[in-house]
């Protein structure tokens, strides 16, 4: 009888023993996480100042502007986008519990539907039907020099107390960045792309750094994302054991 699993299968590959043990530490640790509420984490300068700034927002009764950038969700800036996201969920929550103004700006149509879900989703759990979470969310251009140059209008235009910049950006940046600097507004900015990071040093308060964007979720009380870190964490230390171990082994054979 002709065998019809293909050979290339995720068993085959020997794939699935790696997949289950990542999934046993994640849970693992988000379990853990859950049962005895520590946080062991280094802290994030960015981070740190974003939680004063949001602090200082909240009681001047500021409004709050996040820039997710001009990435979208199911192309190479998804995991930006989604650390972007990661963000206003927290800072939705934030908006409502405390009434704040939040608006949002977002340059591509997967990023617009899934910031108004959010929204619409915080607002449902604290059952304030009263509110319109779709009308805080602007579309802008899907185009990034169009995308920074709303943006800036934008902030000019309602002049936030605090000014979030998160997820994929390019030298368009500047545009925004400069726009809230001559505003005198509360920066924090972050991003992965190496030109990006050279302008918002010189515009933000702060500015988050490659991976850091990506740890935002472990930082804002999200067990879910703080076992991930954790796992994370400890592959990395596995894997720098095992070098170790094997530079020795062949060190020593020859």
């Known amino acids: 009888m002709k065998n019809l699993i293909p050979g290339n299968t995720l068993f085959a590959e020997g794939q699935m023993v790696p997949l289950l ?5 994640v849970i693992t640790f988000i379990i853990a996480t859950w049962l005895t509420r520590r946080r062991r984490l280094r802290p994030i300068s960015g981070i740190v100042l974003l939680r004063s700034l949001l602090s200082q927002a909240i009681e001047a009764r500021g409004r709050i502007h996040l820039a997710l950038g001009s990435g979208q969700i199911g192309g190479h800036s998804t995991i930006e986008t989604m650390a972007g996201l990661t963000l206003l969920d927290y800072l939705a929550k934030q908006s409502v519990l405390c009434d704040i103004p939040l608006t949002v700006s977002v340059a591509d149509p997967t990023t617009l539907a899934a910031a108004q879900g959010i929204l619409r989703r915080s607002v449902e759990q604290s059952e304030h039907s009263d509110s319109l979470p779709s009308a805080s969310v602007h579309f802008i251009a899907p185009d990034p020099i169009a995308y920074a140059s709303g943006a800036a209008h934008l902030i000019e235009r309602e002049n936030p107390a605090l000014d979030v910049l998160i997820g994929t950006y390019g030298p368009e940046y500047m545009l925004i ?24 040093y010189p515009t933000a308060d702060e500015t988050l750094v490659g991976e850091e964007i990506f740890a935002l979720g472990s930082y804002l009380d999200c067990p879910a994302h703080l076992g991930s870190l954790m796992t994370e964490d400890v592959l990395r230390i596995i894997t720098a054991g095992l070098i170790l171990i094997g530079v020795v082994f062949y060190s020593l054979r020859f």
Do not use: K, N, Y
């Open 177 to 200: 960045g400069e726009a809230g600097a001559r505003r005198d507004v509360s920066q924090v900015a972050g991003t992965t792309s190496p030109e990006a990071l050279a302008l918002m």
């Open 21 to 25: 043990v990542l999934c046993i530490c």
